[in-house]
């Protein structure tokens, strides 16, 4: 056995749609000696992170956690505890993650209804509320932040609303929000939100933030089967999190030291400081996407903050410009994702990437590259 | 929202079952910036990761990735990828982790039968074959380091042989043994391993390494029904690891960090020398806990290197003892664990903190605290 991998991480300026930058506080988190997952000391640290989780999703839910994985994990997590076999859900698609969500509920045992628009628009509530009178749903599934499209799900508290008129449980994707826009979990009446750790929130990735409200804790202690994946159930899960502190699995110790950084970061800044400057970065990129007369895919009233979609124009190659922003400049950023492959560079203004200076910086680099021309788009 | 959690993480001696210390390179390595999980240097990473991973699993095998999980992520995707609807399974129970495969392969719709002993003991090769011909197996899934009771499962070679004559894959629980002591995957023809990356890797908690094997590959490809787990099915995953490098979920960059960092320390150290480290590590706390009048669980030929189970003395309390060694000497042992609680220590020797001088520590630091006396034990 030979090693002759020697582990070497390029500078890069991250504008992504994932994972965002790290503070340096959070990258010395990260770095400081592993502990047992039942030592007092971590049992503790779990603690602050619980009770940061309730306050950037703005509940009181006992039951708020980090699912040991990335996003993904926490959409399997947010739908698998609450589906059995013979279930009946309605699923918003607006991009490339209600899709997976469909995939998801599918391999649950659930008979999986659509409700879809095309990438780039948002769901239309009485469209919804349509959907939601043809059957007996037992959730409704929406992502609020698209990250594929670009799109922003507004009246969130409505389709709340709407689903539990209908008897059904409401479920919120916050991967790419949570953060970075107000995500009102009590207000808004969610019963279950999850989110990844390496967004808005710039922690390590590989951990998901979720919340199960009242009304989902009670549809989980009712199930009738058991809950079909053992790593992502909750009532066990819950059990090593809450007061019992059973062994459950090996925490990842170390992301969840980076977790707690990271929300004391956004504690210190304060949600309201926080939001606001995603906004006004956000703003100021916008306005310099016209400025190079390049379009965005979503209208302004829809556009997510933290992830913004630009066409690329048909003066221009989507590969070449990514190729060239990120080895000339070293800057990320995302690729068109399933149907809009080839057609979009997706820019994302994320927690600690969301900064004055890299919207300066995308722009330029941006202009220099189109200026000096190149192959045409192919697509 | 305020932040009132200051992140504080004492000194401790890790001789737990896991995690175990991790060297200070690993340690920096987790604290390198984060890049994106598509970045050409991160693909070059994941390689790396990869290669590394087969020469510790000893294979060839060309899907051999860590899940974005701990161990028992890496378990469930062990079993879930290979069980449909129906299938009958054989598990041996030897302790705990058997247990939890049982519980799982339920989860995914198979008929589980058990081949069980007393914790502490081995499964038995003629029982086993004879078990296995009382029904047609998909598979047969053992634990080859069962930390909860300190036993290391011998001849598995025979066993995956016997696995084979029957029809049925063999799978195998390397989760404290992979890194500690051998695991010959090819050699044996074990058809898929998992393990995890906290212990005797010495990574950071929240990867699984797993390797599978030709004739598990084949079963996989030709699966009737979809995998009843969307984060852990390994025909997606697998894509992302392989050549198409399609996104599939967010790696946990810094982990994969940590692991390619831990991964050359064991190639610097080499195989058959980290091997013998850690035998001969064993082999002095035993006689030392001898030398105490204490006994220990498991029969010397089938103990497990890495992680001994100590008799609780009728003289001495079982949480007397534990909480001792953490408040006065820093010391982390684990407890017993399901059946065993309260009856046994374990003393985890894995990866980095396999030393000498921490044998000699916690036999010394035992050793005053049974002089200074204290609670019976009341279980």
Not at 205 to 233: C, D, F, H
Not at 245 to 269: C, D, F, G, K
Request: cysteine-free; hydrophobic content about 40%; aromatic content about 6%.
């Amino acid at each position: 056995m030979s090693s002759n991998h020697k582990l070497t991480i390029p500078d890069r300026v991250l504008l992504g749609p994932g994972p965002s930058e790290m503070p340096a506080r959070v990258l010395q988190a990260l770095a400081m000696p592993v502990i047992g997952h039942l030592d007092p000391a971590f049992l503790q640290i779990m603690d602050g992170v619980q009770q940061m989780l309730r306050d950037i999703f703005q509940t009181k839910n006992k039951l708020t956690i980090p699912v040991s994985g990335t996003g993904s994990a926490g959409m399997e997590a947010a739908l698998s505890n609450f589906i059995e076999p013979g279930d009946r859900v309605l699923i918003g698609v607006i991009g490339y993650f209600g899709e997976r969500m469909v995939d998801m509920a599918g391999r649950y045992g659930a008979t999986v209804d659509r409700i879809e628009v095309p990438w780039g628009q948002v769901l239309d509530l009485e469209e919804v509320k349509k959907a939601l009178g043809k059957h007996s749903y037992k959730l409704l599934a929406v992502v609020h932040g698209e990250t594929s499209s670009g799109a922003q799900q507004p009246n969130i508290k409505e389709l709340a609303k709407l689903a539990h008129e209908h008897g059904a449980l409401f479920i919120l994707d916050t991967v790419a929000s949570l953060g970075g826009v107000p995500v009102e979990v009590d207000d808004w009446n969610v019963d279950v939100a999850f989110s990844g750790s390496q967004k808005a929130i710039s922690a390590s990735p590989g951990l998901a933030p979720i919340t199960i409200g009242k009304r989902a804790e009670e549809v989980l202690s009712n199930r009738k089967t058991q809950v079909g994946n053992w790593y992502l159930s909750l009532s066990e899960v819950q059990k090593y999190w809450g007061k019992e502190r059973t062994y459950h699995h090996t925490a990842p110790i170390q992301l969840n030291y980076a977790m707690h950084e990271a929300l004391s970061i956004v504690a210190e800044e304060g949600l309201e400081a926080r939001f606001s400057r995603h906004r006004q970065n956000a703003e100021k990129l916008w306005e310099g996407i016209e400025e190079l007369d390049m379009e965005m895919l979503v209208k302004k009233e829809n556009r997510l903050v933290t992830v913004t979609s630009v066409k690329v124009p048909p003066s221009a190659s989507h590969d070449h410009v990514k190729k060239h922003l990120l080895e000339d400049y070293g800057i990320e950023v995302g690729a068109g994702l399933g149907q809009l492959k080839g057609q979009i560079w997706r820019i994302g203004l994320m927690g600690h990437s969301s900064r004055r200076e890299y919207v300066t910086l995308v722009l330029a680099a941006l202009r220099e590259i189109v200026a000096a021309g190149g192959p045409q788009n192919a697509n």
